[in-house]
Nanobody, 124 residues
Framework: QPQLVESGGGLVQTGGSLKLSCAAS????????IMWFRQAPGKEREGVSC????????YAAVSVKGRFTVSRDNVKNMVYLHMNNLKPEDTGIYYC?????????????????WGQGTQVTVSS
């Protein structure tokens, strides 16, 4: 059964850093583009940072560009979201999602597998 499990969320102060992890089981992440989505309270879910499976193409939302990066370890079958200089507006539930193509899509309907989410709270 394919599964994604996020971890690493928590409470952090403005300007702090967090590293989220996404562990896959039941399928190999190396064949999927991985997007990190987030959903802030009262807002729609949005894609924030993505890594395509093969050519190194990445995507970052304007709001996180220069602060968030995605990396992956295909041996461990894991993907990470490195978040720096966090701001209160980064607060939300963060999800990793797998898209069976070699490009990053901003449409959540394109993603086949989803994790359960991990809460990130940035205090001011």
């Amino acid at each position: 059964q394919p599964q994604l499990v996020e971890s690493g969320g928590g409470l952090v102060q403005t300007g702090g850093s967090l590293k989220l992890s996404c562990a896959a089981s039941g399928f190999s992440l190396r064949y999927y583009a991985i997007m990190w989505f987030r959903q802030a309270p009262g807002k729609e879910r949005e894609g924030v940072s993505c890594d395509s499976k093969s050519d190194g193409t990445t995507y970052a939302a304007v709001s996180v560009k220069g602060r968030f990066t995605v990396s992956r370890d295909n041996v461990k079958n894991m993907v990470y979201l490195h978040m720096n200089n966090l701001k209160p507006e980064d607060t939300g539930i963060y999800y990793c999602a797998a898209h069976p193509r070699n490009y990053c899509s901003v449409y959540d309907s394109d993603y086949e597998y989803w994790g359960q989410g991990t809460q990130v709270t940035v205090s001011s």
